[in-house]
């Protein structure tokens, strides 16, 4: 399994400007769509709020994974997480969207907050991605979170 969103990648600045952005966008965008809308599942896959869910989950691996690389041994070792599983034990689907919509902004505003106060050397430390064979800095994996958001934003299908 491939990791990472590389096709999807950009500069660090302007990856911590696009989660801001989304900071402020997603939530408007989101509550533009009906219950039945946001809850339809695509044939084999999410729905849109198992899609944010997920988009939780993935933050909160992530908060943990940014602030750990920075003190762990190096090279950080990325884990992989049950990311099916977490959707389904989570019960987002069940979840009204303010709900999912908050949990995800607060989330991501810390992450906006840790991300901007790592040193810049530090944003150099190695990290190993899973079923890599080489290692790639923080930042690399920063950016990747966004690039990761950006994939599953174009699966939300907006109005």
């Known amino acids: 399994m491939k990791y990472g ?13 696009q989660l801001r952005a989304y900071l402020d966008e997603l939530p408007e965008r989101l509550r533009l769509f009906s219950e039945e809308e946001l809850t339809a ?12 869910g997920h988009l939780i989950d993935s933050g909160l691996n992530n908060l943990k994974r940014f602030t750990d690389a ?8 990325v884990q992989r997480y049950s ?23 607060v989330l991501n505003r810390q992450i906006v907050y840790v991300t901007e106060n790592i040193p810049k050397a530090v944003l ?8 890599a064979a080489e290692t790639v800095p923080l930042s690399w994996l920063i950016i990747d979170y ?9 699966q939300f299908e907006f109005k």
């Open 5 to 17: 969103y590389e096709d999807l990648h950009q500069p660090y600045e302007a990856s911590i400007q």
């Open 41 to 52: 599942r695509n044939p084999g896959g999410w729905s849109r709020k198992e899609i944010l």
């Open 70 to 77: 920075q003190f762990m041994p190096s090279p950080y070792l």
């Open 83 to 105: 990311q099916n599983q977490s959707v389904v034990y989570n019960r987002y689907q069940e979840l009204p969207i303010d709900h999912l919509v908050s949990y995800w902004q």
């Open 124 to 131: 150099q430390m190695p990290v190993l991605p899973p079923d």
């Open 146 to 154: 966004v690039a990761h958001m950006a994939h599953h934003f174009n």
